[in-house]
């Protein structure tokens, strides 16, 4: 099952994710334009996070440096890995995983493809409760 969103909504919720470093510079310069979270369970951002909404990144063990605004959500469910595959074709160019990110999401069953238009950089971000060892949260917007 594949839901794709391009039409924005009025922004409801507020998002936070955490990258890894290396992804940092790539999200802030324009060269990762698409944000990419597979797992094996349903998890947030999966059917959470809409277009029009702002997510801020956080570096791992870091402080926040990027606000973007979402322009297009592809959610992905009951995949397989021939089908992460084929979304890693279609797809690594815009996410820059690089091998490593995909040989570890190959048993994913759920995706969730967020485009990122209007990226900037920022040092703050609205308060929102990340669970233990998660990499996402969302909130109401205007909290």
Do not use: C
């Amino acid at each position: 099952m594949m839901v794709v969103q391009s039409q924005p909504v009025a922004p409801a919720r507020v998002h936070a994710a955490i990258v890894r470093r290396p992804f940092a510079a790539m999200i802030l310069d324009g060269r990762k334009t698409v944000e990419a979270r597979l797992s094996a369970s349903r998890r947030e951002p999966f059917g959470v996070v809409a277009v029009g909404e702002a997510v801020w990144f956080r570096v791992i063990g870091g402080a926040f440096f990027a606000r973007a605004v979402v322009s297009r959500v592809e959610s992905h469910a009951d995949l397989t890995p021939a089908r992460v595959a084929e979304l890693r074709r279609r797809l690594d160019g815009q996410v820059l995983g690089g091998p490593a990110f995909w040989a570890a999401k190959q048993a994913a069953k759920y995706a969730t493809f967020i485009w990122l238009a209007e990226v900037e950089p920022a040092e703050r971000a609205p308060r929102l409760r990340f669970l233990p060892r998660a990499g996402w949260a969302s909130g109401p917007a205007g909290d």
